[in-house]
């Protein structure tokens, strides 16, 4: 801008050269000619001025219209909690939990890997969603972590959007998983006869695959439309990590889109899917009435039970938390939605190994393969 500036000044120094008025001549009187030149002078210093700032601010409109995004800052600040005493102890309790979480889903990958009898597309499903429990709190806990424990709340802009972009993209798999279980279960329950052939192994990989494509469009969208903001007042996020609202709102351009696809995608990752899963389980307990046995209705809906526990667990303290969100402090909203990040991830799979008949087996079988193994050693 300097340069822009001296440029500007040169040009218009021969501009008002051209038109400046020739000297008096020289039999002006002598008291005259000194007033003269100083009132051109003064004259023509008060009109360059008026043109510099003239140029200079049709220069920075231009700048700001065509170029809005270019100011974008070196880092921002996570802001986390505040005036919150012995805060580090829930820092360790989110690490614990989440070494719960890596270590449980990994047992239940490697069971589904390792068993024959699990590699249906139900089972599928279910290693999809400990894998992306296992993504999800490694993008999440580690980094919250790191930020808080060891006061490394600086984070760069280009690391802001990855980590935004990672949470929110588990955050939505774990709800258009819980939806294609779902869907297993309502097939299963409403056409049993049919339900090989509909919820086939290649089906399973289709549904999932088409959950990632979702997932992968709609926070790459959201990421996108952060990339055309300029912050040029604060780089504080009050959240806890690099969250959608409170990153986009620290604009000062408009981001009238970001209100936008901040409708959008609690729409896509919440709403939606909860809406299919409850229309899912009214088609269920529809079918479940028309049979006649008491221990057959029972059966049927234990094969549920899992499932709907999965739902209560993920979908419940999210609700809660937007739904009163308004109202609570900043400091509870990030204790509620940290736990709704993390507790679920180390749940379901304890959910899964005491719920399911199959898993239990299988944990059967590996204990016994163990045992075993170190008779044969001995």
């Known amino acids: 801008m300097p340069a822009v500036v001296v440029g500007i000044r040169g040009l218009l120094d021969k501009e008002l050269d ?16 000194p007033l003269l030149q100083r009132e051109r002078k003064r004259h023509k210093h008060i009109k360059r001025e008026e043109l510099l700032s003239s140029s200079l601010t049709s220069l920075g409109h231009q700048t700001m219209d065509s170029n809005m995004t270019v100011v974008r800052p070196a880092y921002f600040i996570i802001r986390g909690f505040s005036g919150t005493p012995h805060i580090n102890y829930y820092y360790f309790f989110l690490l614990v939990l989440y070494i719960m979480s890596v270590v449980e889903n990994g047992v239940v990958m490697a069971l589904i890997c390792l068993d024959q009898s699990l590699k249906t597309p139900k089972y599928i499903a279910v290693f999809n969603l400990a894998f992306v429990d296992v993504v999800g709190s490694s993008a999440l806990v580690p980094k919250v972590f790191d930020t808080f424990w060891f006061d490394h709340k600086k984070i760069t802009y280009s690391n802001c959007l990855t980590y935004e972009f990672f949470n ?7 709800s258009l998983n819980l939806v294609v279980l779902s869907f297993d279960r309502l097939v299963a329950i409403t056409f049993p006869l049919r339900y090989q052939i509909i919820v086939s192994l290649k089906t399973m990989f289709s549904l999932i695959a088409a959950c990632w494509i979702i997932a992968i469009l709609v926070n790459l969208i959201a990421v996108g439309l952060l990339t055309r903001l300029s912050f040029c007042r604060s780089v504080v996020i009050n959240s806890y990590f690099c969250d959608h609202g409170p990153l986009y709102r620290l604009a000062c351009n408009d981001y009238r889109p970001n209100d ?69 402090p900043r400091n509870a909203r990030i204790i509620c939605l940290s736990l709704a990040a993390v507790i679920p991830p180390a749940l379901n799979p304890l959910i899964y190994v005491l719920q399911t008949q199959e898993i239990k087996l299988s944990l059967k079988k590996v204990f016994k393969r163990m045992k075993q193994s170190k008779i044969a050693v001995k």
């Open 18 to 33: 051209k038109d400046e008025v020739p000297p008096a001549a020289p039999r002006a009187l002598p008291c005259v000619c």
């Open 168 to 174: 929110f993209l588990t955050l939505t798999m774990q």
């Open 260 to 328: 936008i696809i901040s409708i959008v995608l609690p729409v896509s990752i919440i709403w939606a899917p909860l809406l299919f899963i409850l229309i899912s389980y009214m088609c269920i307990g529809a079918a479940l009435a028309k049979i006649s046995g008491g221990q057959d209705r029972m059966k049927a809906f234990k094969t549920c039970s899992a499932h709907i526990m999965l739902v209560i667990i993920y979908y419940l303290p999210i609700l809660v938390t937007f739904s009163v969100a308004a109202k609570m």
